[in-house]
Nanobody, 123 residues
Framework: QVQLVESGGGLVQTGGSLRLSCVAS????????MGWFRQAPGKEREFVAR????????YYAASVKGRFTISRNNAKNTVYLQMNSLNAEDTADYYC????????????????WGQGTQVTVSS
């Protein structure tokens, strides 16, 4: 059983930056593909970014490509989401997730989820 704990959310002004972190425990982190999803108030959860177990094959949602960067440090059991040029549409709860086999942009391909961290972008 893998436990995931996100941190780094908060309130930021339009155009600002935040770095989210997600620390994993209870499993072999380096075996898992990792992803980030988000859910805005009144909306469905949506894919943001994912990264393979070895740091390869990174993929982003079109809405964040060029502004967000996903990375991981397997020695620290941590995956990151660097978010730049934030705007109001990025306001959401952000969730980290882990998938054991070829995780994609579909939520059902992930086995474990964190509790989320809130990001609010103000104008």
């Amino acid at each position: 059983q893998v436990q995931l704990v996100e941190s780094g959310g908060g309130l930021v002004q339009t155009g600002g930056s935040l770095r989210l972190s997600c620390v994993a425990s209870g499993g072999t982190f380096s075996r898992y593909d990792m992803g980030w999803f988000r859910q805005a108030p009144g909306k469905e959860r949506e894919f943001v970014a994912r990264i393979r177990w070895n740091g390869s094959n990174i993929y982003y949602a079109a809405s964040v490509k060029g502004r967000f960067t996903i990375s991981r440090n397997n020695a620290k059991n941590t995956v990151y989401l660097q978010m730049n040029s934030l705007n109001a549409e990025d306001t959401a709860d952000y969730y980290c997730c882990a998938g054991s086999r070829f995780a994609t942009e579909l939520a059902r391909t992930y086995d474990y989820w964190g509790q989320g961290t809130q990001v609010t972008v103000s104008s």
